[in-house]
């Protein structure tokens, strides 16, 4: 993540980071979806912004929607935002960032490459939340 860019990492596997040493900050990317907003709230500046990409699927109807509006419910009464990514498929969207790839202002992580027969051990490797990356899988 460093080499990414980011200015403070912590290892989820290591250290609980709600319970790490104070730190406030200003922008907070919850990709797990496995805390409630208390937690984020002492975490964030007064004028922070949380963004909720994923979440749990308890809910079988709305996956990690129940989540996303159980937080936004709690969080406003707070100073600090919390916004909600989804993405909306555009093709275009696939082209420029081809292009970003190819001029190198964009580089992807990627953790492993399997073969299509091994599609179970990735869904796998993505469910036990140990990934580093993305999964490449290889079709030829």
């Not at 929607?65 to 969207?93: G, N």
């Not at 081809?98 to 469910?127: C, F, P, Q, T, Y």
Request: proline letters at 3%; charged letters at 30%; a positive charge.
């Amino acid at each position: 993540m460093r080499s990414l860019g980011a200015d403070h990492v912590i290892d989820y596997t290591r250290a609980d980071f709600t319970r790490a040493p104070l730190r406030h900050y200003e922008l907070m990317i919850d990709n797990i979806g496995n805390r409630t907003w208390s937690e984020y709230e002492r975490l964030l500046t007064d004028d922070a912004t949380c963004v909720l990409v994923g979440g749990p699927k308890a809910n079988r109807w709305l996956g990690p929607m129940s989540y996303w509006l159980k937080t936004r419910i709690a969080s406003l009464r707070a100073s600090q935002k919390v916004e909600v990514l989804l993405a909306r498929m555009d093709p275009r969207d696939l082209e420029t960032l081809a292009n970003m790839i190819e001029s190198r202002a964009l580089r992807a992580v990627v953790d492993r490459v399997l073969r299509l027969e091994d599609i179970a051990d990735a869904l796998a490797a993505i469910g036990n939340g140990r990934v580093q990356g993305k999964i490449v899988i290889r079709v030829r």
